[in-house]
């Protein structure tokens, strides 16, 4: 049982660039998240999804895109990344109860030059 | 906007003391509370949940929810080396986004 794992862990692009963050949860989750934490600050939501086949933005969604390609997978696309997308990303899930826990993967670390 | 604000710290105590860690939340629809704990370069853990007034209890930690205050906090006992880290507050509204403050870093000291 892996929980949450994300690929890659470290990726360095140039502006313009696009990539695909992936993120798969083996928990049988329903939800899923991305979420952008910067230095000193805490993590902001960019997109979630409730369950397979839906998604929705959250606080931060501009020039991000997802897909729930299964139940398993939710990936973050980034077009054309800026330097502003420099960031560490987070995956996590989670079933639907009123107080169930958020899990998260290890991150990726991203830098855009 | 939906804001959660924590002091950012550090805060210190030493070793044995306990920690006091608290969170302000500005939207009073919020349903449930959590804290998590984030060493550097780690990802989030969840230390504890919380979602009706009063105070909860886990082993060292305790949380405690005042609504009408729009205020929960986090107590460590016996606070641990180990238990250094930055403690992230994060409130939901609808159990599918949440929020969460920038954290506290604390460091407790032997």
């Known amino acids: 049982n892996a929980g949450v794992t994300q690929t890659p862990k470290f990726q360095v692009l140039k502006t313009g660039q696009s990539m695909t963050l992936q993120c798969a949860q083996d928990m049988n989750h329903n939800s899923m998240y991305w979420y952008r934490q910067d230095p000193g600050m805490g993590l902001r939501l960019i997109y979630y999804s409730a369950s397979e086949g839906t998604t929705d933005k959250g606080e931060v969604p501009n020039g991000y895109n997802v897909s729930r390609l299964n139940k398993r997978e939710f990936s973050l696309r980034l077009e054309s990344a800026a330097p502003s997308q420099t960031s560490v990303y987070f995956c996590?899930?989670?079933?639907?109860?009123?107080?169930?826990?958020?899990?998260f993967g290890p991150g990726t670390r991203l830098t855009v030059l | 906007q939906k804001e959660v604000e924590q002091n950012s710290g550090p805060l210190s105590v030493p070793e044995g003391a306990i920690a006091s860690l608290n969170c302000t939340y500005s939207?009073?629809?919020?349903?449930?509370f959590f804290w998590y704990r984030q060493y550097s370069g780690k990802s989030p853990e969840l230390i504890m949940f919380i979602y009706s007034n009063g105070d909860k209890e886990d082993g060292r930690f305790t949380a405690q929810l005042n609504k009408a205050s729009q205020y929960v906090s986090l107590l460590i006992r016996d606070s641990q080396p180990s238990d250094s880290a930055t403690y992230l507050c994060?409130?939901?509204?609808?159990?599918?986004?949440?929020?969460f403050g920038s954290g506290t870093k604390l460091n407790v000291k032997p």
């Open positions: 939207d009073r629809g919020s349903q449930s």
């Open positions: 996590a899930s989670r079933t639907s109860g009123r107080a169930d826990t958020q899990y």
């Open positions: 994060a409130v939901t509204y609808n159990f599918n986004k949440f929020y």
